[in-house]
């Protein structure tokens, strides 16, 4: 088992569920009843790929886990299983039923994952809740998992789940988790030697950084940030809520200012943030930030493990004007975006590093939350698939992505592209971001103003 993974297993409490998940809507295909989602979603035990059969050796170790083992009698009755959503049948409810699934723990004893089939939404769809351990995959593995499982054809009749879709051997799974390949002792020399020049030339590398901090340039980095409601301790307890927006909204928007669209969804959100808080009373003079993961697994990379990056950026909360709100998180991005194409990839994971420690930290019984948080929200978006899905028939009509707060950060927003359309999911602590299920009224005013501001 690799160290990063190790980690998510060694942090994880009952305060801290470290498990990503997913919320799909499907629309059932005509003559189908809802329980044919179900049946499409039951297969062989023998079937499942050897990336869902591992679990920790160990199933609660102290010191970290280190190595996986393979279940060989998997339950999948456990795995996959079936609910309804109570009256009144709303997507409301749904989000409710969500929100309980994604504040729970998954199983050590078992792999790592669970399929949730849920039916009786007023309007006949049927919604697939996955939550998979972040020990297994990441956010973005996890999304590519599922467009494997689909297909563009809505004739296509031999699509598969995703535990159960061809894939390696378990010795394979296993080495694939831990990154490990087999070398001679010069390859390992060579390596070494590799590590310790990357090393030695990120300490000038982070002066370079520091200086152009200090010059203003429009660089954000750790510990800007004014502390929030959203940057204390946090309790186990979810809500999850999701919405889909035009795509086309935000990509008018990005042309008529010249910015690029990730610039756009930071806007939106510091303005729905902003709105928020406001609404709240709790909305700091100082500028809110946002740590944006960045993925840096390239195409020859295999699906599973964590590849990803970090920067941060200004959310310009204390900024009226929605116009030169992007303008300030434009140039914020710009200056990151700069900084990281001065680095080598090692370079760049190490310093993403150091963004993220400061999240670890705050996850620590001894430390202190008196001071500046390192951000104060974690925003991702994620690409998604540029046409229209299908499984077996059944069409998807939205993926929303189910994150992970932790103490410091209470609240996850997290986005999926998806041919004409873009899902948002928010993830927060029920505590310590109450009534989070406005965020999406707020995310919905902030890109109407937004769009208004740019005459689009």
């Given amino acids: 088992m690799g160290p990063v993974d190790s980690g998510f297993l060694l942090i994880e409490s009952r305060e801290h569920p470290m498990h990503v998940g997913g919320l799909q809507l499907f629309t059932v295909p005509d003559g189908e009843s809802p329980s044919w989602v179900r049946e499409q979603l039951s297969v062989d035990a023998d079937r499942i790929s050897p990336r869902f059969r591992l679990k920790p050796q160990d199933p609660v170790g102290l010191l970290g886990n280190f190595r996986w083992s393979v279940d060989q009698h998997l339950d999948l009755d456990h795995h996959v299983r079936r609910s309804a959503v109570p009256g009144p049948h709303r997507l409301r409810e749904l989000f409710e039923l969500a929100s309980r699934w994604q504040g729970s723990l998954l199983d050590r004893h078992r792999p790592l994952w669970e399929v949730h089939v849920v039916e009786g939404l007023e309007d006949g769809r049927v919604a697939v809740f996955s939550k998979i351990h972040h020990a297994l995959v990441d956010g973005v593995s996890a999304l590519h998992l599922m467009q494997q499982a689909c297909s563009p054809d809505p004739d296509a009749t031999d699509c598969m789940p995703p535990y159960a879709l061809p894939g390696t051997t378990v010795r394979a799974a296993q080495e694939q988790r831990t990154g490990h390949v087999l070398a001679n002792p010069a390859s390992v020399m060579r390596s070494g030697l590799g590590l310790a020049g990357e090393l030695a030339s990120l300490g000038p590398n982070s002066l370079k950084i520091a200086y152009r901090s200090l010059r203003n340039t429009g660089l954000t980095t750790p510990f800007d940030a004014p502390r929030t409601i959203l940057n204390g301790r946090i309790g186990g307890a979810r809500r999850f809520v999701a919405q889909s927006f035009d795509i086309e909204r935000f990509r008018q928007v990005a042309k008529a200012c010249d910015v690029s669209f990730n610039d756009v969804v930071l806007a939106v959100c510091g303005g729905a943030l902003r709105r ?70 090692l370079q760049l994971l190490l310093l993403s590093g150091y963004h993220i420690a400061g999240l670890g930290l705050s996850m620590l019984p001894t430390y202190n939350l008196g001071g500046r948080p390192p951000f ?22 939205g993926t929303y992505p189910a994150s992970i707060p932790v103490d410091g950060m209470a609240m996850n927003i997290t986005l999926v592209t998806y041919d004409d359309q873009v899902d948002f999911g928010i993830t927060a602590c029920r505590r310590s971001a109450p009534s989070v299920q406005r965020m999406v009224h707020h995310l919905e005013d902030a890109l109407a103003e937004l769009t208004a501001a740019a005459g689009v």
């Fill in 276 to 345: 928020y808080l406001g609404e709240l009373d709790e909305l700091p003079d100082r500028s809110l930030t946002a740590m944006c993961p960045v993925n840096l697994r390239d195409e020859s990379s295999s699906v599973g493990g964590n590849e990803i990056g970090a920067m941060i950026s200004t959310l310009s909360t204390h900024v009226v004007d929605p116009i030169e709100r992007l303008e300030d998180i434009h140039e914020s991005t710009t200056a990151a975006k700069g900084t990281m194409r001065e680095l080598s990839p």
């Fill in 376 to 397: 104060n929200v974690i925003i991702s978006n994620v690409p998604g698939p540029r046409k229209q899905l299908y499984f077996n028939g059944a069409h998807l009509e």
